[in-house]
């Protein structure tokens, strides 16, 4: 009960900071002297510290209290198929350190490696404080259980990797797996483009695509966490092969991957960047984002109908291509979706461009941190 109240404390203190005590008391139904005594204990751990006086409506002015973002630090990891991106962020989610690695064609043994090698590069990186690196984030884009184990990785070809296990052999701290669009949700509407909305679907579109369910303000996981698959959903009978066995499937239309595999014939091993670049006086290339911009209209359109959303979000790697796909995507969902759909829906992409997975996982690393009421 003590723990609870203490993380409500907590919580409250992180929400509306600055606060003074007499208000957390208000806001959350606690009685003054538990507040005091609780604060006490939050400001002897470092969590939280005073400020200087507050505004009063008349006497003595209360002294303010105000959280600790300082008090320790996560670590959040994107692995995607094509790069790593590691970053440190504090427990407000303010990016201090990050690293970015390209990868092509490494061997499952390497990939680790490499995991490995910028994890210890963003922990030597870690600024001191009271406790350190609180814990490890890991966004993967495939189908991870509640364990932290990655079931399938069609694009990293990956199949019942304990990547919890190999990591957490490595370094002694909490470790969180996550699918890595269902990080990027988190990660948008805690930080990015989905601030202030509850029903959001985020669209993870890189070399595969992944789906991050927001259902009331809450990551919605399915029954074993395996929600969000529906880059394998079919959007074509028979139609093109996918990487996951299957046929027709969204992503083998509307993916970087399928990007660079139509641009093969203009330039062979282009990366999307250079495809970018490309597209301002290529009309072949244009036409290709364009193609990309409808079929990812089309599977989007498909989630609208299912879900009613508040707003999409389009994000990861093609959402550095917004100029070149953005208007192709939304005539796809006018045409696609009816009226009472499209009425008060927000398309938008994402605000944290490349960053929304890592920070999503960092994300719940400090939750967990600060889920000093359980146990
Ligand atoms: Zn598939």
Redesign the pocket.
Known sequence: MKKKNKEIVLRTIITNAPISRADIAQHSGLNKATVSSLVNELIEEEFIYESGPGESSGGRRPVMLLFNKKAGYSIGLDIGVNYILGIVTDLEGNVVYEKHKSIHNLSFDEIIHLTIETIKNLIEHTPQSRYGVIGIGIGVPGIVDKSGKVLLA?NLKWKNVDLLDIIYHEFDYPIIVENEANAGAYGEIRFGAGVNFHNVIYISAGI?IGVGIILKGELYKGMNGYSGES??MTIVVDGEK??????G????YASEHALLHQAKHILPDATLEELIKMAEENKNVKDIFQQIGSYLGIGISNLIKTFNPQQIIIGNRLAKAKHLIEQPTIKSINEHTLDFHQKDLQINFSKLSIYSAALGVSAFAIENFLSIGKG
Not at 242 to 247: A, E, L, P
Not at 249 to 252: G, L, P, Q, Y
Request: with cysteine; aromatic share 8%.
């Open positions: 069609p595969g880059g394998h996918c990487r996951c066995g299957n046929s499937c969204w992503e083998a």
